[in-house]
């Protein structure tokens, strides 16, 4: 049982009586369609419901533990499931959720709740000023204001207001809660600190609101001393002091400052892994040369493979590069790191990991294969951009004011043909490279132009929001006599895109707020869409067109395209995506096997009908 229900009881203990039943929720209930399904708790366990009176705990928590939410159930078996008890999770969730409504109206919480909302305290101003600025899609998103809500019943019950929010009581506050409900509360105030950049929000926090706090133990912040040791090792590798000039002072660079980037974060994790497997004192260092002995080598690499067993978010194919990673940098630092590379050979696990990063992932590839044997799909690949600007006049043919939801489809399915118009009448740029476009303001890289009658956009991608920033590419043409591209994107422009709060600028100069200068926006404000979004919204919007995929799927599309017509073209692929001609070998070599197969098949064909 949470917190707040924990408070709440507390408070209404002399009102509510000490024991209940089941069957007092029951007789409490006026509903017969809510009646019955707390009657099925009676077939469930086989016992008359006024025995069910949740033993050495509430009746609540009882019902909790018995049949928990479908979040906390996962991919697991539903209550009951060997007896087939509920049809489906969805019938199980719309159960819980009226059977456990019943009992907390029993037991007083439904009354206990309303009445901390009707307390005045720190938290009406607040919550009526984070509900205002939900309105109208301001910049508290709906789902947002609910957890900020929620998060006041609990603050609220504990005596806490939103001034309170400090490091000395909020850490206290959060340990008792249970883990769901302490997750909640975290996202609540994370948001919180982002949206703390608005005056009236932060006119009810702490002047030095900072939760900071919420960084789970294990990850810790490392010293600065240890991060500024990393960062003096990763740039010590950067540079192959074999080819220093003394005449300019320089030496050539073995990777960028983006990759730089990615080497600190892999020695981060191997301190981090010293630190949590007790393999090292990562605070009482005075240089890193330890980090590289045979202990720490294998306590981290037996950590990070558990790791990947475990969390989603770390994969083998991540282990492998840290310890390729950790061999360079130690290397280029005069440590020896020999036994590093013989594990990243010789673990089976570190070799699978390694094997991932060499090729194209099972999904990607089955994707591509699908492309090149459906000449139906290819069609609808390589004209997603129009299907998804029709759809969305489709949504804004109307004289009526738009709903939340058509809005909403209309911003979707424009953005979508937008991207797509990049994409395919572009060039294959990376999600990122694209989402970093602007087209007004002094980062404008997008440009519309005209050379005689001919009209086209032109879009300079620079070698820093390139992956790695090693390949630049020329300016990009969208042009008006190619399938509809320049047509798409002036329509965005000029249709589209204002349908974006902070793109309108009558919008804008109402609110006295920023316009925004990115050609793809977010909802919430002048900032550019965000990566997690887009994925969103494509992977919906092509499901919807018969072809589901995501935005790196154009790249791989492209890519499977050209060279299934034939492999030659390798060079103009690689000129199209911005990588080399050995990156397609690694990823799509596949092509080139399938190929040189048929063709043999081709010759034996011939050969028996004698030809």
């Given amino acids: ?45 086989n016992a008359p419901l006024s025995t069910l009176d949740g033993g050495e705990v509430d009746l609540l928590a009882w019902f909790d533990t018995n049949f928990p939410a479908l979040k906390q159930i996962g991919a697991g078996p539903l209550p009951g499931s060997g007896r087939s008890f509920w049809q489906s999770k969805t019938s199980y969730a719309k159960w819980r959720e009226v059977v456990r409504r019943r009992i907390r109206t029993t037991l007083g919480l439904v009354a206990a709740k309303k009445a901390l909302r009707e307390r005045i305290d720190g938290w009406t101003p607040f919550l009526a000023v984070l509900a205002d600025l939900s309105k109208d899609h301001g910049p508290v998103h709906s789902g947002t204001l609910g957890a900020i809500r929620t998060f006041s019943d609990r603050a609220r019950a504990a005596g806490i207001d939103p001034m309170d929010l400090t490091p000395d009581l909020v850490p206290p506050f959060l340990d008792q809660m249970p883990v769901h409900e302490r997750d909640a509360s975290a996202t609540a105030l994370r948001a919180l600190a982002r949206h703390r950049v608005f005056p009236q929000i932060a006119a009810h926090l702490p002047p030095d609101f900072d939760p900071t706090y919420l960084v789970p133990t294990a990850r810790i912040p490392l010293p600065d001393s240890v991060r500024k040791m990393i960062a003096d090792m990763v740039e010590t590798a950067r540079y192959d002091q074999s080819t220093y000039d003394d005449v300019s002072e320089s030496c050539t660079e073995n990777y960028k400052a983006q990759t730089a980037e990615t080497y600190r974060a892999a020695l981060v994790a191997l301190a981090r892994a010293a630190q949590e497997t007790g393999a090292a004192d990562v605070a009482s260092l005075n240089c890193l040369d330890s980090l590289f002995e045979t202990p720490v080598r294998i306590a981290a690499i037996r950590h990070w493979i558990e790791q990947s067993q475990t969390d989603a978010g770390f994969s083998l194919r991540t282990a492998a590069d840290y310890v390729r990673i950790v061999a360079q940098i130690g290397k280029a630092n005069g440590l020896k790191t020999k036994k590093w590379l013989k594990n990243l050979k010789k673990n089976p696990h570190l070799q699978e990991g390694h094997a991932a990063g060499e090729k194209m992932s099972a999904k990607n590839r089955t994707f591509c294969e699908n492309l090149i044997h459906n000449p139906a799909d290819v069609r609808t690949f390589l004209r997603q951009h129009v299907l998804y600007q029709e759809r969305a006049k489709d949504v804004l043919a109307t004289d009526k004011a738009l709903t939340t939801s058509q809005l909403r489809a209309a911003r979707r399915l424009s953005t ?39 009209k086209f956009f032109e879009l300079r991608v620079a070698q820093k929001d390139m992956k790695g920033e090693y390949v630049e590419l020329p300016p990009i043409h969208i042009r008006d006599d190619k399938y509809c591209g320049y047509d798409v994107l002036d329509w965005y422009l000029t249709t589209g895109r204002p349908l974006f709060d902070f793109a ?5 100069e109402e609110k006295k707020c920023a316009l925004a200068t990115h050609l793809f926006v977010s909802e919430r404000s002048a900032n550019p869409l965000g990566g997690k979004m887009l994925y969103k919204w494509l992977t919906r919007s092509s499901a919807e067109i018969g072809l589901p995929m995501f935005p790196h799927n154009f790249r791989h599309g492209f890519a499977t395209l050209l060279l299934a017509r034939s492999w030659s073209n390798r060079g103009r692929a690689a000129a199209y995506l911005g990588c080399s001609v050995g990156v397609l070998d690694t990823y799509y070599g596949w092509i080139d096997k399938r190929q040189k197969l048929e063709e043999v098949q081709d010759l034996l064909a011939e050969a028996l009908a004698g030809k």
């Fill in 1 to 45: 049982m949470g917190f707040f229900a924990n408070a709440s009881q507390a408070a209404m203990s002399d009102v509510v009586p000490a024991s209940k039943t089941m069957q007092t929720v029951c007789d409490e209930t006026v509903n017969e369609t809510e009646r019955t399904r707390i009657a099925r708790l009676a077939e469930y366990f």
């Fill in 504 to 508: 309108n600028p009558d919008y804008c």
């Fill in 416 to 454: 979508c043909a937008a991207f797509s118009a990049l994409a395919i009448r572009g060039a294959g740029l990376r999600k990122g490279s694209a989402l970093a476009a602007e087209c007004s303001g002094t980062g404008q890289n997008l440009f519309r132009k005209t050379t005689g009658e001919r």
